[in-house]
């Protein structure tokens, strides 16, 4: 995207009104012809990225040396499936909006892409950062898969889940099964603030393009200034 077209994406009017009242919060965007054909690459790219067979969030992961009895990984992953990914969900039902709001539903946080910055609900609590404040690093990497296989994950490699240092399976266990290993994608989300969200998806690069979107959006944020 050209530099004028993010100018017409975070330059739009943000007008927020909160009755107190009626218990009712609304925030609209103005946005023209030009600014909703950019919001609406943001939302396609969001969409194309939640077509990902499975995302999961990454709970905790730690080194092992046990790798003979874990089919070889010298790291254990604990890993749950995301709750929910939507391409318009309101963070609250007293939340009004013009505009479609993606959301990643986690365990125990839920994050919600506003088209300038990222609002986390933790505890019924809210949390806010623009995206100039926001990190979201990728990597891709095996993973031996014990689960079903996702329809769209490469599958790179096969291992044992009893193995040898051969690579080879130990055939003092009856129950030994071959592993599929597969090449999934991490996107981990971080702030000085203390947001630290890392998902990881079965196809890889599936929000590559959105990530990297949000990232222009916050080094344009860095280049206006924007507090």
Not at 197 to 213: K, P, V
Request: net charge positive; proline share 3%.
């Amino acid at each position: 995207l050209g530099g004028g077209l993010f100018i017409c994406f975070l330059c739009c009017v943000f007008l927020a009104k909160q009755d107190r009242k009626r218990l009712t919060m609304e925030i609209n965007y103005e946005l023209d012809d030009t600014i909703k054909e950019v919001y609406d690459k943001f939302l396609t790219y969001f969409s194309d990225a939640a077509k990902s067979n499975k995302i999961w969030q990454i709970i905790h992961s730690q080194s092992t040396h046990d790798w003979k009895r874990n089919a070889g990984a010298g790291k254990l992953v604990n890993r749950v499936s995301v709750r929910g990914i939507y391409t318009n969900k309101r963070p609250a039902s007293y939340f009004k909006t013009n505009v479609q709001i993606p959301s990643l539903q986690l365990k125990g946080t839920e994050l919600y892409f506003f088209p300038e910055r990222l609002v986390v609900k933790k505890s019924g609590q809210f949390a806010a950062v623009f995206y100039k404040n926001l990190n979201i690093d990728k990597h891709s990497s095996r993973f031996i898969e014990e689960e079903g296989v996702p329809s769209d994950a490469q599958i790179v490699d096969y291992t044992w889940k009893f193995v040898n240092k051969n690579g080879g399976p130990d055939r003092r266990f009856n129950n030994n099964r071959q592993l599929p290993i597969c090449y999934y994608s991490y996107y981990s989300f971080t702030s000085s603030s203390g947001i630290y969200e890392t998902i990881c998806t079965s196809r890889n690069g599936a929000f590559d393009n959105f990530s990297q979107f949000v990232t222009a959006i916050g080094q344009f944020q860095r280049k206006m200034q924007l507090n």
